[in-house]
T-cell receptor, first 114, second 116 residues
């Protein structure tokens, strides 16, 4: 079945690195995504990784993918208070019905403290 | 571009009342979706549409209806509101080349609904 799991809460000190972890179940997912939700707002695509990659770096963000273990992680370097938000992992299982839906995890609330 | 807009932002209903949550997008996207967000459960897909006139059920469709008469609009109707429908509702639109292509979903700001 389709399932995406993430821990619900992470607290880090400002300036430290944050690592948010996610496990997914569907090996047919071609892309895996990280979305960010700031308070009172909708989700915004933060970054994504193609399934044939192990790592993707985008400024302070590093995405690591372990396909064998179906494990995805998001590392935020030099975490700032503005990074406080809920981070959602999502997979896109292969679906031949014409609509490739996204399956979201429950979200990890990142709290950054001084 | 306004992106994805949703109205209202907040709504309080009594059990048994009906209402329509509005969603519109101006990006000419084929795909539109409705999700509900509940604490600890992430986003769950209610209904989706792959084009005007075509809708289908998602994971949690009971108690909700949708229609898609135009590319731009995708309203969600609550037929007879129940306290279990208290949630935050997000509309999203997306373009995907199909197959195993990359999907970028654009989300609206959400409607916070409370059913008493």
């Amino acid at each position: 079945g389709e399932d995406v799991e993430q821990s619900l809460f992470l607290s880090v000190r400002e300036g430290d690195s944050s690592v948010i972890n996610c496990t997914y179940t569907d090996s047919s997912s071609t892309y895996l995504y990280w979305y960010k939700q700031e308070p009172g707002a909708g989700l915004q695509l933060l970054t994504y990784i193609f399934s044939n990659m192990d790592m993707k770096q985008d400024q302070r963000l590093t995405v690591l993918l372990n396909k064998k273990d179906k494990h995805l992680s998001l590392r935020i370097a030099d975490t700032q208070t503005g990074d406080s938000a809920i981070y959602f992992c999502a997979e896109s299982p292969w679906f031949s019905g014409g609509y490739n839906k996204l399956i979201f995890g429950a979200g990890t609330r990142l709290a950054v403290h001084p | 571009n306004a992106g994805v807009t949703q109205t209202p932002k907040f709504q309080v209903l009594k059990t048994g009342q009906s209402m329509t949550l509005q969603c519109a997008q101006d990006m000419n996207h084929e795909y539109m979706s409705w999700y509900r967000q509940d604490p600890g459960m992430g986003l769950r897909l209610i209904h989706y549409s792959v084009g005007a006139g075509i809708t289908d059920q998602g994971e949690v469709p009971n108690g909700y209806n949708v229609s898609r008469s135009t590319t731009e609009d995708f309203p969600l109707r609550l037929l007879s509101a129940a306290p279990s429908q208290t949630s935050v509702y997000f509309c999203a639109s997306s373009y995907s080349p199909g197959g195993r292509g990359m999907i970028t979903q654009y989300f609206g700001p959400g409607t916070r609904l409370t059913v008493l």
